[in-house]
């Protein structure tokens, strides 16, 4: 197949563009319209608010939840430990957000390349929370003709009052949103007594009204500005597309000619679509497209206009349908379903998914199978080495060590590499608490004779015991390599 056959069109038009007015044409900005979504229910929507009571109960949830009597989610970046329920992360452990934004970033190539920007429509914090603030405008407001024709109104008390009920609740909403966010790095609990008697910290403060500030402003005020304009995702989504990828189309076949009609209308003898011209699909859009010109980048992959034309077609008693997704190949041949499903298994799609597995089963067997302990062997650099009584040399070790279970370690440490060498003055098993960090002198001694001159490889063996005799909760055995120096 050539390239040109994979280019897909970002916009259809089904009409010439109309020219501007005189007036306009060397303006620079398009002056913004603001859009008053219309209130629409169906299948699609249902998703989309299971998602956002999904994705908001997990979010301001997560936070109180508690486990081993500590935050079961912490990110305490002063103490440098990232507490996720029963694991405990250190910085060293960086390679697990790696491998997190990988697993993120695959998913969204898998999910776009199936059935387009379905992140962009259900889950995106963009559109959840600008689906709260809607639902908050229109108990308040009411649906999209109350909302207009209060903004067109002058100012009065009721106006005033619908208008600062509305923005206080938002304003509440942002700043609890930011609040969390800040619960996830100070615990929730501690934070909202500091809260209650407002003695929270400068940067949790400015924190706390940063995140609602943006939340009030991209959720409340510039809505799908953001979409359109700041967002990269739409820009470079074609990119994840092909001519293969469910996404939301009108049936242009079916549709046209479009007009308005009444029920009992015989519109085939008239030559008419099934399109009945009511704009419904643009009022309900949350962007203000018209998805009869065709695929925009613009379109978030909501499918609010689909509930919104099937809700028209039942009126009418007209199949569903006229928009739906479907893929611009089976619109192009008039596929069935079936037939657009099986080239969903497309060789894009499975590379996708196989890259996916693999990261996902690496990484859930590099956790399972991580140590509980991490140790480092660091010579002490005040002094290489020294002749001490009895004729011994002596080298000095500091071991670090970090347990990243929340119970204690126990643990031996040896030596090997050099016949002789032995471990001095070190009362064992070393012992390490929950969740700690700590630095343990390690003197290495040998008799003066056996000791080989310059640098000779050596291996500490720190290895996992149990106390009183019973087994180590968590079976270890780590070898770190150093040398022993003779002068």
């Known amino acids: 197949m050539s390239n040109s056959q994979n280019v897909i069109p970002i916009i259809v038009s089904t009409a010439p563009p109309s020219r501007p007015p005189d007036d306009q044409e060397d303006a620079l900005y398009e002056v ?19 998602l956002v009571f999904a994705t908001q109960l ?46 993120c970033a695959f ?30 405008e229109r108990k308040i407001e009411g649906d999209r003709p109350k909302r207009i024709k209060l903004d067109q109104s002058p100012l009065s008390m009721g106006k005033f009052g619908k208008k600062g009920l509305k923005h206080g609740l938002w304003i509440a909403l942002s700043l609890w949103t930011g609040f969390t966010l800040v619960a996830y790095f100070v615990p929730a609990r501690e934070l909202f007594s500091q809260a209650l008697s407002f003695g929270v910290a400068p940067w949790e403060t400015f924190w706390i009204f940063f995140y609602g500030f943006a939340t009030y402003g991209n959720a409340g005020w510039m809505r799908e500005q ?49 399109c009945i011209d009511c704009d419904i699909c643009v009022q309900v859009c949350p962007t203000g497209i018209d998805i009869r010109h065709g695929q925009q980048y613009e379109c978030i992959g909501c499918a609010a206009c689909i509930d919104g034309c099937n809700q028209v077609m039942d009126k009418m008693n007209y199949p569903r349908g006229l928009i739906r997704y479907s893929t611009l190949n089976a619109l192009e041949k008039h596929a069935d379903w079936r037939e657009m499903i099986a080239r969903v298994f497309r060789p894009r799609v499975l590379i996708y998914t196989g890259i996916l597995w693999i990261i996902i089963i690496a990484a859930g067997v590099t956790l399972w199978n991580r140590v509980p302990v991490r ?46 060498l032995k471990v001095y003055g070190v ?42 005799g019973r087994p180590a909760p968590d079976v270890f055995s780590l070898h770190e390599k150093s040398s022993f120096y003779k002068p």
Request: charged residues 20%; positive net charge.
């Open 32 to 50: 913004r319209k603001k859009i008053y979504p219309r209130a629409v229910t169906g299948w699609f929507a249902n998703w989309r608010w299971l």
């Open 58 to 103: 997990v979010y301001y949830g997560t936070p109180w939840l508690t486990w081993n009597d500590r935050q079961a989610v912490l990110f305490d970046l002063t103490a440098r430990k990232f507490y996720i329920f029963g694991l405990v992360f250190w910085p060293q452990d960086f390679i697990y957000l790696t491998v997190l934004l990988l697993i």
């Open 107 to 136: 998913s969204l190539f898998l999910f776009t390349a199936v059935a387009g920007r379905l992140w962009c429509g259900y889950a995106c914090p963009q559109t959840v929370y600008t689906e709260m603030f809607l639902w908050i």
């Open 226 to 274: 953001v979409c359109k304009y700041m967002c990269p995702y739409a820009r470079f989504q074609g990119a994840m597309f092909d001519r293969d990828t469910l996404v939301i189309t009108y049936d242009y076949t079916r549709g046209e000619p479009r007009g308005s009609r009444s029920k009992s209308t015989d519109y085939k003898a008239k030559g008419l679509g099934d």
């Open 375 to 420: 140790a480092d062997v660091i010579r002490d650099r005040t002094t290489l080495a020294r002749e001490v009584s009895g004729g011994e040399l002596e080298n000095v070790y500091r071991l670090q060590v970090m347990n990243t279970q929340e119970h204690v370690q126990r643990f031996s440490v040896g030596v090997r590499g050099i016949d002789g």
């Open 427 to 468: 009362q064992q098993p070393l012992e390490i608490g929950p969740a700690a960090s700590k630095m343990f002198a390690i003197p290495l001694r040998i008799d003066m004779d056996a000791a080989p001159k310059g640098i000779t490889r050596i291996e500490f063996d720190i290895t996992a015991v149990g106390a009183d």
